[in-house]
């Protein structure tokens, strides 16, 4: 079954932290770059970080030295430490291959607030 499940979310004030993880099944984890994006309301969905199979990884300007990502290939399982949250970081939260396509589905995201 292909599957991505998404926790971690929550309401944090500024400054605050979170760890998400997401669960993949086998068929899109194993051997492809995994990545987290984010969709804020309003505003189309942008990937914000990645990681190769390999364990290099990329960010998105936005969130350079506050987000990590990390993967853990024995148990196809993608985190990503959010670190000095900004309001501007509230958006719902998804992981998936990158590019997604390889994918095909996407999960029900993780709800991501950050208060002011």
């Known amino acids: 079954q292909v599957q991505l499940v998404e926790s971690g979310g929550g309401l944090v004030q500024a400054g605050g932290s979170l760890r998400l993880s997401c669960a993949a099944s086998g068929s899109i984890f194993k051997g492809n770059a995994m990545g987290w994006y984010r969709q804020a309301p309003g505003k189309q969905r942008e990937l914000v970080a990645f990681i190769h199979s390999g364990g290099s990884t990329n960010y998105a300007d936005s969130v350079k030295g506050r987000f990590t990502i990390s993967r853990d290939n024995a148990e196809n399982t993608v985190y990503l430490q959010v670190n000095s949250l900004k309001p501007e970081d509230t958006a719902v939260y998804y992981c998936?291959?990158?590019?997604?396509?390889?994918?095909?589905?996407w999960g029900q995201g993780t709800q991501v607030t950050v208060s002011s």
């Open positions: 998936n291959a990158v590019p997604f396509r390889v994918s095909g589905v």
